[in-house]
C-alpha cells in the first residue's frame, strides 16, 4: 500500500518566516508533485520533480522553491511566507509513465500565515 | 488557463439516487482521465480513471463516461449514499509527460 507522508498537519507561521513543507513517500515513486488546494480554484500544481535533483516549475512556481535530495522526499520552501500563501498543501508521488497510472496524496498541510 | 473544468461547484442528491459529475477539458492531447474524492482534511483518494480508447469504466458503484468528440467526461454514483459527500476532482493527462491537470472540485452532499 502507497503511503505518502506529509511533516505537519498544520502549520502556523508569520508573515517573512521562512517555511518547510515536507513530504516523504514509500513506494519508491520516481514522480512527486506539490499542490495547493483553495476554495473555488481546485488543486493547482506548484512544483514537480520526475527524478533526484530535478524539479520542473507547475502553475504558480513564484514564492515557492523544492528540494529533492533523496528520491523519497521532496520538500518545499515558502522562501518568505506572505498571508496569500495560507492554504492547504498536499503532496503527491507517482511511478514514471510507462503505464497509465494513479497519484497517491498525502493528508494535506493547512498552513496559515499571519 | 483551466484546461480541466468542473462547472459545478456542488451537487445535492438523494440517498438511492443516481449522482452525475460532469467535467470538461479543451485539450485535445489529454488520453487519460480520472477521478478523485476528498473529505476535508485529507488527502484525495483515487476513486475510478478511463483511457481514451473506452467510452466507459465501471467499478461497483462508479462509473465513469467519456465523450471525446464533446472533450466530456461524466462520473456516475449509484446507488447515491451518504458516505459518497465529498469533493470530487476530475484530472487530465497528456500522451507525454507526468503532470496532471485537476479540475476545480465539485462537493457532492447526499442527503439521508
Known amino acids: 500500500d502507497v503511503k505518502v507522508t506529509q511533516s505537519s498537519r498544520y502549520l502556523v507561521k508569520r508573515t517573512g518566516e521562512k517555511v518547510f513543507l515536507e513530504c516523504v513517500q514509500d513506494m519508491d515513486h520516481e514522480n512527486m508533485f506539490w499542490y495547493r488546494q483553495d476554495p473555488g480554484l481546485g488543486l493547482r500544481l506548484i512544483y514537480f520533480s520526475y527524478d533526484v535533483k530535478m524539479k520542473e516549475k507547475g502553475d504558480i512556481p513564484e514564492g515557492y522553491s523544492v528540494s529533492r535530495e533523496k528520491k523519497e522526499r521532496f520538500s518545499l520552501i515558502l522562501e518568505s511566507a506572505s498571508t496569500n500563501q495560507t492554504s492547504m498543501y498536499l503532496c503527491?508521488?507517482?511511478?514514471?509513465?510507462?503505464?497509465?497510472?494513479?497519484?497517491?496524496f498525502g493528508p494535506g498541510t493547512r498552513l496559515l500565515v499571519l | 488557463d483551466q484546461q480541466v473544468k468542473q462547472n459545478s461547484p456542488s451537487l445535492s442528491v438523494q440517498e438511492g439516487r443516481i449522482s452525475i459529475l460532469n467535467c470538461d477539458y479543451t485539450?485535445?492531447?489529454?488520453?487519460?482521465f480520472l477521478w478523485y474524492k476528498k473529505y476535508p482534511a485529507e488527502g484525495p483518494t483515487f476513486l475510478i480513471s478511463?483511457?481514451?480508447?473506452?467510452d466507459k469504466n465501471e467499478d461497483g458503484r462508479f462509473t465513469v463516461f467519456l465523450n471525446k468528440s464533446a472533450k466530456h467526461l461524466s462520473l456516475h454514483i449509484v446507488p447515491s449514499q451518504p458516505g459518497d459527500s465529498a469533493v470530487y476532482f476530475c484530472?487530465?493527462?497528456?500522451?507525454?509527460?507526468?503532470?496532471?491537470?485537476f479540475g476545480t472540485g465539485t462537493s457532492l452532499t447526499v442527503i439521508p
Open positions: 485539450n485535445s492531447m489529454f488520453d487519460y
Open positions: 478511463i483511457s481514451s480508447i473506452k
Open positions: 503527491a508521488s507517482s511511478i514514471q509513465r510507462d503505464i497509465q497510472e494513479t497519484q497517491y
Open positions: 484530472a487530465a493527462m497528456r500522451n507525454t509527460g507526468n503532470q496532471f491537470y
